[in-house]
C-alpha cells in the first residue's frame, strides 16, 4: 500500500512559476514508477508527466513539454512537478499517480489532489 500526498497548489498569475511535491509512505518508493495527472473543471483527468523508477527516464505532454519537469528523490520518497511559464490552461486540479507493473499484476495509487489556478 502506497498513500501520497500532494503539496505545493495555489493562485499564480500567468508566466509565474510553482513547484508541487508529491510525498508517498512506504518503504518501496523506488520501485514504482511516477506520474502527475491533472484535471480542469469539466474536463477528463488528462496526463501531464511520468518518471521512471530510478529517473533516468522523463516523458511529459505535449502541452507542458519545455515549461515543466518532473524530477524524484528516493531517499525523500518524494517526486515533484516544477511548473513554469505558467498559463492559464494550466489551471486543474493535479494528482500524484504511483504505477508498478509485474505481470500479470498491476499496482497504482492516486493522491487526493493539489489545486492549481493560474490567472490571466
Known amino acids: 500500500q502506497v498513500q501520497l500526498v500532494e503539496s505545493g497548489g495555489g493562485l499564480m498569475p500567468a508566466g509565474g512559476s510553482l513547484r508541487l511535491s508529491c510525498a508517498a509512505s512506504g518503504r518501496t518508493f523506488s520501485n514504482y514508477a511516477m506520474g502527475w495527472f491533472r484535471q480542469a473543471p469539466g474536463k477528463e483527468r488528462e496526463f501531464v508527466a511520468a518518471?521512471?523508477?530510478?529517473?533516468?527516464?522523463?516523458y511529459y505532454a505535449d502541452s507542458v513539454k519545455g515549461r515543466f519537469t518532473i524530477s524524484r528523490d528516493n531517499a525523500k520518497n518524494t517526486v515533484y512537478l516544477q511548473m513554469n511559464s505558467l498559463k492559464p490552461e494550466d489551471t486543474a486540479v493535479y494528482y500524484c499517480?504511483?504505477?508498478?507493473?509485474?505481470?500479470?499484476?498491476?499496482?497504482?495509487?492516486w493522491g487526493q489532489g493539489t489545486r492549481v489556478t493560474v490567472s490571466s
Open positions: 518518471i521512471s523508477r530510478r529517473g533516468g527516464s522523463t
Open positions: 499517480h504511483a504505477n508498478l507493473r509485474i505481470w500479470p499484476n498491476k499496482w497504482e495509487y
